[in-house]
């Protein structure tokens, strides 16, 4: 889908940090400031992140060297405000993964695959266009509503939402470790939708040993998670005892390796990786065979609150990195909790919603199809544009500066000096930049 960004409406980051505040920061401190990684050098070449130049690429140290600061070991601090150029590339190709989730979900209720994946495992990324992406699928994952509506095909709710997928061996020398990736979809089906909208609180509960009353989450993400349906012959359990089980074997496999466990998704997509992060960490099985924590990382793109001021803590003491993309604009992101969430410091706020993680706020919105504020591949064109756009910001930013220097060494009029700037800013929104 083609993506239209309103010039009136300047792409703005949230400032970073677990306990962060919103700030805006226009798109062209994003060009004006070299990215964490790549700061230590004076050069600013180019770096192609899909078909657009990013300044600052061969300043910054190769992705291998540098990945555990990108999958947010520091909370992104300095990543996020300016948006480094690498972790900008990161988390498009991680937006690309779940992308192609929609892209092989068969909707065609005629289809003998319908509510299911198109292809096999073994061409699935190939078919979406992402056969040289360095991934090999190993899993589907399917989740059941705990609704019971029945569709043309029988009784079974289960329904495909995602994949589990590994970084290959070629892959491993560029990535600097053995990527393990989960890719959830978002919301499609009713049946989803109506989950969706349970909106009450109840106790995850996620650990028999250790049930934690205090962490809660949202109910129709959590049945999401653990309902079954016994009665569909993919699953093979809930969503979370297949994604548990297909984990720990490939930890297992890869336990020698260095690993990292990466959990994107879209929406509700991105609700269900956040509940995987914490179900991980908080049953300890993200440790390596040297009994190291393995890092957790989730990339979540438009997501929804999903559970209470104890479920954000404890992701947090339990070192679940979490960086949320959202557009400003997108209502999907200030739920649910609209009225009581976590900017209200109220004597029940253990019982209000609350986001988890560092906030990467994109502003874009386009009149004749307001639903593209929630659509993934709007969030992922904004993301691509967004060098291009800062270097054309800060170039316009750069002439005004010269022009108001030229026009004060004439020592001209304040007047005119107003007058030339305006006229300049005219320019720079009709050439929609």
Not at 2 to 19: F, K
Not at 371 to 397: F, N, Q, T
């Amino acid at each position: 889908m083609a993506l239209s960004i309103n010039p009136a409406l300047n792409p703005s980051i949230v400032s970073r940090g677990l306990r962060s505040q919103r700030l805006r920061v226009s798109a062209s401190a994003v060009a004006a400031a070299p990215s964490s990684v790549a700061s230590r050098s004076a050069s600013v070449p180019a770096l192609v992140v899909g078909t657009h130049a990013v300044p600052g690429a061969n300043a910054r140290p190769p992705l291998s060297s540098v990945w555990r600061e990108v999958q947010g070991a520091d909370d992104w601090e300095d990543m996020v405000e300016p948006l480094s150029p690498l972790l900008c590339e990161e988390i498009v190709r991680y937006g690309e993964f779940v992308a192609a989730c929609y892209k092989a979900f068969d909707l065609d209720q005629a289809s003998r695959r319908y509510l299911n994946c198109k292809y096999g495992k073994g061409s699935m990324l190939r078919e979406v266009g992402m056969g040289g992406s360095g991934y090999e699928v190993t899993k589907y994952i399917y989740a059941t509503p705990d609704i019971s509506i029945p569709t043309q095909t029988g009784t079974c709710c289960s329904r495909w939402i995602g994949y589990v997928t590994v970084a290959s061996d070629d892959a491993v020398r560029r990535l600097g470790r053995r990527d393990i990736l989960v890719a959830f979809r978002g919301t499609v089906t009713n049946t989803e939708w109506i989950a969706n909208f349970m909106s009450s609180l109840t106790p995850a509960r996620l650990d028999p040993h250790d049930p934690r009353p205090d962490v809660k989450v949202e109910s129709g993400f959590l049945s999401l998670y653990t309902s079954d349906d016994s009665t569909c012959k993919f699953s093979g359990g809930s969503c979370r005892e297949q994604l548990l089980s297909e984990l720990a074997r490939l930890i297992h496999k890869y336990k020698d390796e260095e690993i990292s466990i990466t959990l994107a998704g879209h929406s509700m997509g991105s609700s269900l990786a956040l509940l995987l992060g914490y179900d991980l960490a908080e049953l300890g099985l993200n440790r390596d065979g040297s009994n190291r924590d393995i890092p957790i990382t989730v990339y979540s793109f438009g997501g929804p609150r999903v559970g209470n001021l104890g479920f954000k803590d404890r992701c947090e003491e339990l070192g679940v990195k979490v960086l949320r993309v959202v557009n400003v604009n997108d209502p999907v992101t200030k739920l649910p909790g609209v009225f009581f969430n976590e900017n209200f410091r109220l004597p029940w706020s253990c019982s209000c919603y609350t986001h988890v993680g560092v906030e990467l706020a994109l502003d874009f919105f386009k009149m004749k199809n307001p639903a593209c504020v929630h659509d993934l591949d709007a969030y992922i064109g904004l993301l691509k544009s967004w060098p291009k756009m800062a270097k054309m910001k800060k170039e316009g930013a750069d002439f005004i500066s010269r022009m108001r220097k030229l026009l004060r060494a004439e020592k001209l009029e304040a007047w005119l000096l107003l007058e030339a700037s305006r006229q300049v800013g005219n320019l720079v929104q009709s050439l929609r930049i």
